[in-house]
């Protein structure tokens, strides 16, 4: 059995990202080099556990890191989810113009690196409703969107029923 070093902060992400995956840190790391059994999943866990992150100091930073990479990594499928928002509720708007329209009554941030703005003004159990529907529909695994909801400190606020599939 061989060594090997790693920083404090590497070590750290390693720890969560095998605790995400419930598996020990050897199997992950033998997974990352091809070396052992692939890892369920997708690129958002990765995201989830790296410094750039987790070092974000506020659950509304994380919220808004959370739908940015969304945004930036599955850009059709996000303006797609956008364009398709099912209730007179909107919590993610395409332009500014839209945000002036409802800003009277709702708070809205644009989401950095995109065109995107975010209502603000949502309670925490609509909030991690609607995370939950985003990355579902961006085909996201269930173990992830958990942790995408604890990421952002909404787990308390996160139903956990059951799934509904479009028929």
């Known amino acids: 059995m061989k060594h090997v070093e790693l920083s404090d902060e590497a070590f750290a992400a390693l720890e969560r990202l095998a605790a995400a995956k419930n598996l020990p840190p050897s199997a992950v790391l033998a997974s990352l080099l091809g070396a052992g059994k692939p890892l369920a999943g997708d690129h958002l866990l990765f995201y989830l556990v790296s410094a750039e992150f987790t070092t974000l100091p506020h659950l509304t930073e994380r919220y808004l890191a959370l739908l940015a990479w969304a945004a930036k990594n599955y850009a059709c499928d ?90």
């Open 78 to 167: 996000f303006a797609d989810f956008i364009a398709h928002q099912e209730s007179a509720r909107r919590y993610l708007m395409l332009s500014r113009d839209e945000v002036n329209d409802v800003r009277t009554h709702n708070h809205a941030r644009q989401i950095d690196g995109t065109q995107f703005w975010a209502v603000m003004t949502i309670d925490d159990a609509t909030k991690a409703r609607f995370v939950r529907r985003l990355l579902e529909f961006i085909g996201c695994h269930d173990e992830t969107i958990a942790q995408a909801i604890k990421a952002i400190g909404l787990e308390h606020a996160s139903g956990h029923g059951f799934r509904v599939l479009a028929g």
